[in-house]
């Protein structure tokens, strides 16, 4: 193939979503309301491409899950009862911007750690890693 023709077929693969990706596979770790959708708390999950963002969507193709754990607007990633946030936050924080953010009190980890503190929904996955898909029961006195 010729350098125009695999531009070419770069680009369309680009705007068809084809993108010849190898497969990942992670263990997944369910907590709450996502374990009992799931019927597990732990499974192995095979995906294809290297991103947090090709697993939740193959991840969601097969498990429907969407709606519980992602928000796709600001307000919807945001709890009504939260305190007004100060104009001047102290330290570091990182928050995944809007349509890549999880619905209040749900979360997704990657090796222990909450994704918007590495990569958000870019975050690289290898074979191995571990996915936790949290959303906690809530009780109420």
């Given at each position: 193939m010729?350098?125009?023709q695999?531009?070419?077929?770069d680009?369309?693969a680009?705007?068809?979503?084809?993108?010849?990706?190898d497969?990942?596979?992670v263990?997944v770790?369910?907590?709450?309301?996502?374990?009992?959708?799931?019927?597990?708390?732990?499974?192995?999950?095979?995906?294809e491409?290297?991103?947090l963002?090709d697993f939740?969507?193959?991840f969601?193709e097969e498990?429907?899950?969407?709606d519980?754990?992602i928000?796709e607007?600001?307000?919807d990633?945001?709890?009504?009862?939260?305190?007004p946030?100060?104009?001047?936050?102290?330290g570091t924080?990182?928050?995944?911007?809007?349509?890549?953010q999880t619905?209040p009190?749900?979360?997704?980890?990657?090796n222990?750690?909450f994704?918007e503190h590495l990569g958000?929904?870019?975050?690289e996955?290898?074979?191995?890693?571990?996915?936790?898909?949290?959303y906690?029961?809530?009780f109420?006195?």
């Amino acid at each position: 193939m010729g350098t125009d023709q695999a531009a070419t077929a770069d680009r369309r693969a680009a705007t068809t979503g084809e993108r010849g990706l190898d497969a990942t596979t992670v263990t997944v770790r369910c907590t709450g309301h996502v374990r009992t959708a799931v019927g597990s708390h732990e499974l192995e999950f095979t995906f294809e491409g290297t991103r947090l963002r090709d697993f939740l969507e193959a991840f969601f193709e097969e498990y429907d899950l969407e709606d519980m754990l992602i928000a796709e607007t600001e307000a919807d990633a945001t709890h009504s009862g939260w305190a007004p946030v100060p104009d001047d936050l102290p330290g570091t924080w990182r928050k995944n911007p809007e349509g890549d953010q999880t619905r209040p009190y749900a979360r997704v980890c990657v090796n222990g750690r909450f994704n918007e503190h590495l990569g958000g929904f870019e975050t690289e996955l290898t074979d191995d890693d571990r996915v936790a898909l949290i959303y906690p029961f809530m009780f109420c006195c």
